[in-house]
Protein backbone atom coordinates (compact mmCIF):
# COMPACT_ATOMS: atom_id res chain seq x y z
CA UNK A 1 0.00 0.00 0.00
CA UNK A 2 1.19 3.52 -0.47
CA UNK A 3 2.12 6.29 2.20
CA UNK A 4 -1.57 7.37 1.44
CA UNK A 5 -3.28 4.84 1.32
CA UNK A 6 -1.99 3.90 4.67
CA UNK A 7 -2.42 7.56 6.04
CA UNK A 8 -6.10 7.50 5.40
CA UNK A 9 -6.91 4.19 6.55
CA UNK A 10 -5.17 5.39 9.93
CA UNK A 11 -7.09 8.35 9.85
CA UNK A 12 -10.28 6.99 9.33
CA UNK A 13 -9.37 3.84 11.61
CA UNK A 14 -9.03 6.61 14.50
CA UNK A 15 -12.02 8.32 13.74
CA UNK A 16 -13.75 5.04 13.70
CA UNK A 17 -12.79 4.06 16.84
CA UNK A 18 -13.19 7.24 18.79
CA UNK A 19 -16.73 7.45 17.68
CA UNK A 20 -17.58 4.25 19.06
CA UNK A 21 -17.50 5.86 22.60
CA UNK A 22 -13.66 3.98 23.18
CA UNK A 23 -11.88 6.02 26.09
CA UNK A 24 -9.44 8.67 23.97
CA UNK A 25 -6.21 6.60 25.76
CA UNK A 26 -7.76 3.14 24.36
CA UNK A 27 -8.21 4.01 21.46
CA UNK A 28 -5.18 5.89 20.27
CA UNK A 29 -3.23 2.77 21.84
CA UNK A 30 -5.26 0.60 20.09
CA UNK A 31 -5.35 1.84 16.82
CA UNK A 32 -1.73 2.24 17.03
CA UNK A 33 -1.14 -1.57 18.22
CA UNK A 34 -3.14 -2.60 14.96
CA UNK A 35 -1.45 -1.00 12.59
CA UNK A 36 2.15 -1.65 14.16
CA UNK A 37 1.35 -5.54 13.89
CA UNK A 38 0.31 -5.15 10.23
CA UNK A 39 2.34 -2.35 8.67
CA UNK A 40 5.73 -2.74 10.86
CA UNK A 41 8.39 -5.59 11.58
CA UNK A 42 7.08 -8.35 14.17
CA UNK A 43 9.61 -7.29 16.42
CA UNK A 44 8.34 -4.06 17.06
CA UNK A 45 5.25 -5.25 18.94
CA UNK A 46 8.03 -6.53 21.86
CA UNK A 47 9.16 -2.51 22.05
CA UNK A 48 4.95 -1.60 22.51
CA UNK A 49 5.45 -1.31 26.76
CA UNK A 50 9.09 0.16 26.17
CA UNK A 51 8.25 3.06 23.77
CA UNK A 52 5.10 3.88 25.96
CA UNK A 53 6.92 4.08 28.95
CA UNK A 54 9.82 6.09 27.11
CA UNK A 55 7.24 8.77 25.76
CA UNK A 56 6.01 8.97 29.21
CA UNK A 57 9.18 9.68 31.45
CA UNK A 58 10.12 13.03 30.10
CA UNK A 59 11.33 14.75 33.09
CA UNK A 60 9.37 17.78 32.32
CA UNK A 61 5.68 15.51 32.11
CA UNK A 62 6.90 14.69 36.00
CA UNK A 63 5.05 18.09 36.87
CA UNK A 64 1.92 17.36 35.50
CA UNK A 65 0.63 15.02 38.95
CA UNK A 66 2.45 17.98 41.25
CA UNK A 67 0.33 20.77 39.65
CA UNK A 68 -2.95 18.50 39.38
CA UNK A 69 -2.36 18.01 43.14
CA UNK A 70 -1.35 21.44 43.77
CA UNK A 71 -5.04 22.20 42.01
CA UNK A 72 -6.61 19.85 43.97
CA UNK A 73 -5.55 20.95 47.48
CA UNK A 74 -6.12 24.58 46.75
CA UNK A 75 -9.86 23.33 44.58
CA UNK A 76 -10.83 21.36 47.27
CA UNK A 77 -10.43 23.08 50.07
CA UNK A 78 -12.77 26.61 50.54
CA UNK A 79 -9.82 29.10 49.06
CA UNK A 80 -11.65 29.63 45.91
CA UNK A 81 -14.90 30.84 47.77
CA UNK A 82 -12.74 32.97 49.41
CA UNK A 83 -10.87 34.81 46.81
CA UNK A 84 -14.16 35.19 45.52
CA UNK A 85 -15.52 36.91 48.24
CA UNK A 86 -12.83 38.75 48.87
CA UNK A 87 -12.55 40.20 45.13
CA UNK A 88 -16.11 40.94 45.21
CA UNK A 89 -15.61 43.10 48.45
CA UNK A 90 -12.98 45.51 47.16
CA UNK A 91 -14.59 45.60 43.87
CA UNK A 92 -18.27 46.41 44.70
CA UNK A 93 -18.19 50.36 43.93
CA UNK A 94 -17.03 49.63 40.61
CA UNK A 95 -20.28 49.19 37.74
CA UNK A 96 -20.21 45.55 37.04
CA UNK A 97 -18.11 44.86 39.78
CA UNK A 98 -19.27 41.60 40.96
CA UNK A 99 -18.71 40.41 37.13
CA UNK A 100 -15.15 41.60 37.09
CA UNK A 101 -14.35 40.16 40.25
CA UNK A 102 -15.50 36.71 39.07
CA UNK A 103 -12.84 37.17 35.92
CA UNK A 104 -10.41 38.55 38.31
CA UNK A 105 -11.00 35.52 40.50
CA UNK A 106 -10.81 32.90 37.44
CA UNK A 107 -7.87 34.41 36.86
CA UNK A 108 -6.16 34.21 39.91
CA UNK A 109 -7.37 30.94 40.78
CA UNK A 110 -6.61 29.45 37.38
CA UNK A 111 -2.89 30.55 38.21
CA UNK A 112 -2.66 28.68 41.33
CA UNK A 113 -4.55 25.95 39.93
CA UNK A 114 -4.10 24.89 36.29
CA UNK A 115 -6.93 23.73 36.22
CA UNK A 116 -10.29 24.99 34.14
CA UNK A 117 -12.53 22.22 35.45
CA UNK A 118 -11.25 23.21 38.86
CA UNK A 119 -11.50 26.64 38.16
CA UNK A 120 -14.95 26.92 36.87
CA UNK A 121 -16.32 24.88 40.07
CA UNK A 122 -14.32 26.45 42.41
CA UNK A 123 -15.03 30.02 41.39
CA UNK A 124 -18.50 29.12 40.44
CA UNK A 125 -20.08 27.61 42.74
CA UNK A 126 -20.24 31.11 44.36
CA UNK A 127 -19.76 33.46 41.70
CA UNK A 128 -23.10 32.39 39.53
CA UNK A 129 -25.29 32.03 42.66
CA UNK A 130 -24.17 35.26 44.06
CA UNK A 131 -24.43 37.11 40.23
CA UNK A 132 -27.87 35.13 40.14
CA UNK A 133 -29.14 36.72 43.43
CA UNK A 134 -28.13 40.39 42.39
CA UNK A 135 -29.92 40.08 38.88
CA UNK A 136 -27.44 38.97 36.85
CA UNK A 137 -29.17 36.60 34.18
CA UNK A 138 -28.36 33.34 34.80
CA UNK A 139 -26.94 32.25 30.93
CA UNK A 140 -24.84 35.42 31.45
CA UNK A 141 -23.66 34.25 35.08
CA UNK A 142 -22.57 30.58 33.81
CA UNK A 143 -20.91 31.83 30.38
CA UNK A 144 -18.68 34.39 32.26
CA UNK A 145 -17.89 31.59 34.96
CA UNK A 146 -17.27 29.37 31.75
CA UNK A 147 -15.26 31.68 29.92
CA UNK A 148 -12.77 32.70 32.77
CA UNK A 149 -12.42 28.62 33.32
CA UNK A 150 -10.41 28.17 30.28
CA UNK A 151 -7.71 30.46 30.97
CA UNK A 152 -6.28 27.59 33.40
CA UNK A 153 -5.05 25.63 29.99
CA UNK A 154 -3.86 29.72 29.15
CA UNK A 155 -1.86 31.04 32.67
CA UNK A 156 1.19 29.54 33.77
CA UNK A 157 0.75 26.24 35.76
CA UNK A 158 -0.65 25.64 32.11
CA UNK A 159 -0.75 21.37 31.70
CA UNK A 160 -1.86 21.99 28.06
CA UNK A 161 1.47 24.09 27.76
CA UNK A 162 3.45 21.46 28.77
CA UNK A 163 2.77 19.30 26.87
CA UNK A 164 2.64 21.27 24.00
CA UNK A 165 6.60 22.30 24.97
CA UNK A 166 7.32 18.10 25.08
CA UNK A 167 5.49 17.92 21.59
CA UNK A 168 6.90 20.98 19.71
CA UNK A 169 10.24 20.52 21.30
CA UNK A 170 9.96 24.02 23.17
CA UNK A 171 11.06 25.83 26.25
CA UNK A 172 8.43 25.33 28.78
CA UNK A 173 9.67 28.75 30.70
CA UNK A 174 9.33 30.61 27.47
CA UNK A 175 5.86 29.39 26.65
CA UNK A 176 4.70 30.27 30.49
CA UNK A 177 5.69 33.52 30.06
CA UNK A 178 4.63 33.57 26.88
CA UNK A 179 1.12 32.75 27.94
CA UNK A 180 0.86 35.52 30.33
CA UNK A 181 0.57 38.80 28.02
CA UNK A 182 -2.48 36.83 25.71
CA UNK A 183 -4.49 35.85 29.44
CA UNK A 184 -4.27 39.36 30.47
CA UNK A 185 -5.84 40.54 26.86
CA UNK A 186 -8.20 38.10 27.66
CA UNK A 187 -8.97 38.84 31.36
CA UNK A 188 -9.51 42.28 29.90
CA UNK A 189 -11.65 41.52 26.96
CA UNK A 190 -13.78 39.43 29.73
CA UNK A 191 -13.95 41.93 32.05
CA UNK A 192 -14.77 45.05 29.53
CA UNK A 193 -17.73 43.19 28.23
CA UNK A 194 -19.04 42.07 32.16
CA UNK A 195 -18.78 45.85 32.77
CA UNK A 196 -20.75 46.65 29.43
CA UNK A 197 -23.13 43.49 29.46
CA UNK A 198 -24.05 44.91 33.29
CA UNK A 199 -24.79 48.68 32.45
CA UNK A 200 -26.97 47.07 29.36
CA UNK A 201 -28.90 44.91 32.11
CA UNK A 202 -29.19 47.37 34.64
CA UNK A 203 -30.67 50.14 31.90
CA UNK A 204 -33.23 47.50 31.20
CA UNK A 205 -33.98 46.57 34.76
CA UNK A 206 -34.44 51.06 35.09
CA UNK A 207 -36.48 51.10 32.30
CA UNK A 208 -38.69 47.98 33.46
CA UNK A 209 -38.88 49.54 37.09
CA UNK A 210 -39.70 53.32 35.82
CA UNK A 211 -42.66 51.59 33.52
CA UNK A 212 -44.22 50.54 37.15
CA UNK A 213 -42.47 46.52 36.63
CA UNK A 214 -41.33 44.38 38.95
CA UNK A 215 -37.80 45.91 40.55
CA UNK A 216 -35.05 44.13 39.73
CA UNK A 217 -31.81 42.87 42.20
CA UNK A 218 -29.65 44.78 39.55
CA UNK A 219 -30.38 48.27 41.31
CA UNK A 220 -29.37 47.62 44.45
CA UNK A 221 -26.57 49.01 45.56
CA UNK A 222 -23.92 47.10 48.00
CA UNK A 223 -21.41 48.94 49.73
CA UNK A 224 -18.60 47.86 52.22
CA UNK A 225 -16.48 49.52 55.31
CA UNK A 226 -12.79 49.92 54.56
CA UNK A 227 -12.82 47.33 58.00
CA UNK A 228 -14.88 44.90 55.88
CA UNK A 229 -12.35 44.85 52.99
CA UNK A 230 -9.61 44.28 54.89
CA UNK A 231 -11.21 41.40 56.85
CA UNK A 232 -11.65 39.60 53.73
CA UNK A 233 -7.95 39.69 52.68
CA UNK A 234 -5.83 37.46 55.36
CA UNK A 235 -7.37 34.21 54.05
CA UNK A 236 -6.57 35.46 50.48
CA UNK A 237 -3.40 36.33 50.60
CA UNK A 238 -0.48 33.54 51.44
CA UNK A 239 -2.46 31.52 48.32
CA UNK A 240 -1.21 35.15 46.46
CA UNK A 241 2.33 35.13 48.00
CA UNK A 242 2.59 31.10 47.32
CA UNK A 243 1.51 31.77 43.29
CA UNK A 244 4.34 34.79 43.32
CA UNK A 245 6.65 32.38 44.96
CA UNK A 246 6.81 29.44 42.47
CA UNK A 247 6.37 32.25 39.67
CA UNK A 248 9.55 34.01 41.06
CA UNK A 249 11.23 30.90 41.25
CA UNK A 250 10.17 29.31 37.89
CA UNK A 251 10.99 32.69 36.74
CA UNK A 252 14.31 33.39 38.28
CA UNK A 253 16.33 30.48 37.41
CA UNK A 254 16.22 29.11 41.41
CA UNK A 255 13.61 25.53 40.37
CA UNK A 256 13.44 23.69 37.32
CA UNK A 257 9.58 23.12 36.64
CA UNK A 258 9.24 19.73 38.15
CA UNK A 259 11.08 21.65 41.68
CA UNK A 260 8.42 24.30 41.40
CA UNK A 261 5.74 22.20 40.84
CA UNK A 262 6.80 19.86 44.12
CA UNK A 263 6.99 22.98 45.81
CA UNK A 264 4.15 24.95 44.97
CA UNK A 265 2.43 21.23 46.13
CA UNK A 266 3.64 20.91 49.13
CA UNK A 267 3.08 24.57 50.07
CA UNK A 268 -0.75 24.27 49.17
CA UNK A 269 -1.33 21.43 51.25
CA UNK A 270 0.72 23.40 53.95
CA UNK A 271 -1.41 26.32 53.40
CA UNK A 272 -4.86 24.18 53.43
CA UNK A 273 -4.03 22.72 56.94
CA UNK A 274 -2.71 25.65 58.21
CA UNK A 275 -5.55 27.93 56.91
CA UNK A 276 -8.83 25.62 56.87
CA UNK A 277 -7.62 22.86 59.27
CA UNK A 278 -7.34 20.39 56.35
CA UNK A 279 -5.11 17.69 57.62
CA UNK A 280 -6.71 14.85 58.70
CA UNK A 281 -5.98 11.62 56.32
CA UNK A 282 -10.36 11.38 56.00
CA UNK A 283 -9.93 15.33 54.80
CA UNK A 284 -7.25 14.86 52.24
CA UNK A 285 -8.15 11.59 50.98
CA UNK A 286 -10.86 13.39 48.13
CA UNK A 287 -7.59 15.59 46.98
CA UNK A 288 -5.27 12.66 46.81
CA UNK A 289 -8.21 10.34 44.97
CA UNK A 290 -8.33 13.59 42.55
CA UNK A 291 -4.71 13.84 42.04
CA UNK A 292 -4.61 9.98 41.45
CA UNK A 293 -7.56 9.45 39.16
CA UNK A 294 -6.89 12.84 36.86
CA UNK A 295 -3.25 12.25 36.67
CA UNK A 296 -2.94 8.45 35.52
CA UNK A 297 -5.84 9.57 33.21
CA UNK A 298 -3.92 12.20 31.65
CA UNK A 299 -0.73 10.31 31.52
CA UNK A 300 -1.84 7.44 30.02
CA UNK A 301 -3.74 10.00 27.47
CA UNK A 302 0.00 11.17 27.05
CA UNK A 303 1.72 7.96 26.70
CA UNK A 304 -0.76 6.63 24.39
CA UNK A 305 -0.75 9.44 22.54
CA UNK A 306 2.85 10.17 21.74
CA UNK A 307 3.10 5.99 21.22
CA UNK A 308 0.62 7.25 18.39
CA UNK A 309 2.92 9.63 17.15
CA UNK A 310 5.48 7.34 16.95
CA UNK A 311 3.56 4.60 15.02
CA UNK A 312 2.39 7.71 12.86
CA UNK A 313 6.15 8.91 12.18
CA UNK A 314 7.71 4.90 11.68
CA UNK A 315 4.77 4.69 8.73
CA UNK A 316 6.06 8.38 7.19
CA UNK A 317 2.45 9.69 7.80
CA UNK A 318 3.17 12.59 9.49
CA UNK A 319 6.06 13.43 7.72
CA UNK A 320 4.40 13.12 4.06
CA UNK A 321 1.43 14.96 5.31
CA UNK A 322 3.17 17.98 6.58
CA UNK A 323 5.59 17.64 3.06
CA UNK A 324 2.03 17.76 1.43
CA UNK A 325 1.34 20.92 3.30
CA UNK A 326 4.35 22.49 2.09
CA UNK A 327 4.22 21.28 -1.27
CA UNK A 328 0.52 23.39 -1.82
CA UNK A 329 2.72 26.83 -1.42
CA UNK A 330 0.00 28.35 0.63
CA UNK A 331 1.00 32.13 2.15
CA UNK A 332 1.81 31.44 5.44
CA UNK A 333 -1.41 33.67 7.23
CA UNK A 334 -3.34 31.25 4.80
CA UNK A 335 -1.55 28.09 6.07
CA UNK A 336 -2.22 29.33 9.76
CA UNK A 337 -6.05 30.14 9.23
CA UNK A 338 -6.15 26.61 7.53
CA UNK A 339 -4.02 24.63 10.54
CA UNK A 340 -6.23 26.95 12.95
CA UNK A 341 -9.87 25.99 11.81
CA UNK A 342 -8.42 22.33 11.76
CA UNK A 343 -8.00 22.90 15.82
CA UNK A 344 -11.10 24.46 15.94
CA UNK A 345 -12.89 20.88 13.95
CA UNK A 346 -10.65 18.82 16.15
CA UNK A 347 -12.05 20.92 19.28
CA UNK A 348 -15.51 19.65 18.66
CA UNK A 349 -14.70 15.86 20.02
CA UNK A 350 -11.36 15.99 21.52
CA UNK A 351 -9.82 17.14 24.79
CA UNK A 352 -6.72 19.89 23.92
CA UNK A 353 -3.98 17.11 25.39
CA UNK A 354 -4.88 14.85 22.61
CA UNK A 355 -5.37 17.64 19.81
CA UNK A 356 -1.78 18.60 20.44
CA UNK A 357 0.23 15.00 20.84
CA UNK A 358 -1.62 14.04 17.54
CA UNK A 359 -1.73 17.15 15.34
CA UNK A 360 1.71 18.33 16.44
CA UNK A 361 3.95 15.90 14.42
CA UNK A 362 2.04 16.98 11.08
CA UNK A 363 1.34 20.92 11.41
CA UNK A 364 4.66 21.92 13.49
CA UNK A 365 6.92 21.37 10.50
CA UNK A 366 5.17 23.19 7.99
CA UNK A 367 4.43 26.47 10.30
CA UNK A 368 8.10 26.17 11.02
CA UNK A 369 9.10 26.20 7.18
CA UNK A 370 6.64 29.37 7.09
CA UNK A 371 8.59 31.09 8.99
CA UNK A 372 6.12 31.12 12.93
CA UNK A 373 7.59 31.30 15.96
CA UNK A 374 6.61 27.75 17.37
CA UNK A 375 6.77 29.69 20.86
CA UNK A 376 3.97 32.31 19.94
CA UNK A 377 1.56 30.04 17.73
CA UNK A 378 1.56 27.68 20.87
CA UNK A 379 0.10 30.50 22.42
CA UNK A 380 -2.24 31.00 19.42
CA UNK A 381 -3.65 27.58 19.19
CA UNK A 382 -4.08 27.34 23.29
CA UNK A 383 -6.76 30.04 22.79
CA UNK A 384 -8.38 28.27 20.07
CA UNK A 385 -8.21 24.80 22.01
CA UNK A 386 -9.77 27.27 24.77
CA UNK A 387 -12.96 28.12 22.50
CA UNK A 388 -13.40 24.05 22.13
CA UNK A 389 -13.40 23.89 26.45
CA UNK A 390 -16.64 25.99 25.79
CA UNK A 391 -18.10 25.19 22.70
CA UNK A 392 -20.88 22.31 22.21
CA UNK A 393 -20.55 19.27 21.90
CA UNK A 394 -17.65 18.17 24.32
CA UNK A 395 -16.85 21.72 26.00
CA UNK A 396 -15.98 20.26 29.36
CA UNK A 397 -16.55 23.33 30.94
CA UNK A 398 -20.60 23.34 29.67
CA UNK A 399 -21.15 20.27 31.73
CA UNK A 400 -18.61 21.45 34.78
CA UNK A 401 -21.33 24.61 34.93
CA UNK A 402 -24.05 22.23 34.56
CA UNK A 403 -23.40 20.32 37.42
CA UNK A 404 -23.32 23.16 39.58
CA UNK A 405 -26.22 24.99 38.65
CA UNK A 406 -28.49 22.19 37.51
CA UNK A 407 -31.13 24.52 37.01
CA UNK A 408 -29.84 26.64 34.12
CA UNK A 409 -31.00 24.87 30.81
CA UNK A 410 -27.64 23.79 28.68
CA UNK A 411 -28.84 26.25 25.89
CA UNK A 412 -29.12 29.51 28.17
CA UNK A 413 -25.21 28.38 29.29
CA UNK A 414 -24.23 27.77 25.20
CA UNK A 415 -25.74 31.35 24.23
CA UNK A 416 -23.90 32.84 27.26
CA UNK A 417 -20.53 31.75 25.95
CA UNK A 418 -21.20 32.93 22.81
CA UNK A 419 -19.75 36.38 23.00
CA UNK A 420 -16.72 34.82 25.27
CA UNK A 421 -15.97 32.70 22.30
CA UNK A 422 -16.02 35.56 19.93
CA UNK A 423 -13.88 37.47 22.03
CA UNK A 424 -11.32 34.64 22.19
CA UNK A 425 -11.34 35.24 17.86
CA UNK A 426 -10.72 38.47 18.37
CA UNK A 427 -7.62 38.14 20.83
CA UNK A 428 -6.31 35.42 18.20
CA UNK A 429 -6.60 38.76 15.14
CA UNK A 430 -4.64 40.87 18.26
CA UNK A 431 -1.97 38.61 18.63
CA UNK A 432 -1.51 37.81 14.67
CA UNK A 433 -0.94 41.66 14.27
CA UNK A 434 0.98 42.06 17.55
CA UNK A 435 2.61 39.37 18.61
CA UNK A 436 5.03 41.36 20.84
CA UNK A 437 1.83 40.70 23.07
CA UNK A 438 2.71 37.15 23.66
CA UNK A 439 7.10 37.46 22.98
CA UNK A 440 8.17 40.42 24.89
CA UNK A 441 7.75 38.69 28.42
CA UNK A 442 9.98 35.96 26.79
CA UNK A 443 12.25 37.46 25.31
CA UNK A 444 13.19 39.79 27.59
CA UNK A 445 13.90 37.98 30.55
CA UNK A 446 14.81 34.58 28.67
CA UNK A 447 17.60 34.95 25.85
Known sequence: MSIVQIGLLFGGATLLVMFSGMPIAFALGSVAT??????????ALDTVTQNVYEEMSAITLLSIPLFILKGAAIGRSPAGRDLYSALHVWMSKVPGGLGIANVFACALFAAMAGSSPATCSAIGSAGIPEMRKRGYPAGFAAGLIAAGGTLGILLPPSITMILYAVA??????????????PALLLVFFFAAYAAWRYQHETRKAQATHDGGGVDSALLDRETFTLAQKFAALPRVLPFVLLLTGVMFALYGGYATPSETAGLGA???????????????????????ENTIREGSMLMLIIG???FYSYVMSYLHISQSAAEWVVAQHLSRWILLAAILVMVVILGFFLPPVSIILMTAPIILPPLRA?????????????????????????GLNLFVIKNIAPDIPLSDVVWGVVPFVLLMMLAVVVLCFLPEIAMWLPDKIIK
Open 266 to 288: LMALILIAVIYNVWRPAQLRPIM
Open 168 to 181: SEQSLGKLFLAGIG
Open 304 to 306: MSL
Open 34 to 43: VFMIFFMPPS
Open 370 to 394: AGFDLVWFGVIMTIVMEMGLIHPPV
